[in-house]
């Protein structure tokens, strides 16, 4: 006796059903840490901006960046970048860039 083995049509639509549900359940658990971490993702604020930067040397650099409401300036060397201040953005100020 022989037993029937499912045809290749139907093993076909098992594994696009099984790629589906993997897929499904990858969407859903993104999904969900996206809202449980809301700095993944690009969220609006989450991205730097560069006001200014200014050339000291042939290397180092002074750097003016806006993030979350604050304001830093940092010195940017070759391998290391250091906070010299930081401080609340003032409101509707507009700095040069």
Do not use: C, K
């Amino acid at each position: 006796m022989t037993t029937a083995s499912p045809g290749w049509w139907t093993q076909g639509v098992a594994t696009v059903l099984a790629l589906l549900l993997v897929l499904a359940l990858a969407w859903v658990l993104l999904r969900t840490l996206r809202r449980l971490q809301p700095n993944l993702g690009g969220r609006a604020g989450a991205v730097p901006q560069l006001l200014h930067s200014t050339g000291l040397g042939p290397r180092e650099r002074l750097v003016l960046v806006r993030h979350r409401g604050r304001e830093y300036l940092l010195g940017v060397g070759t391998g290391s970048v250091t906070v010299i201040d930081h401080f609340e953005a003032e409101a509707g100020e507009e700095r040069p860039g």
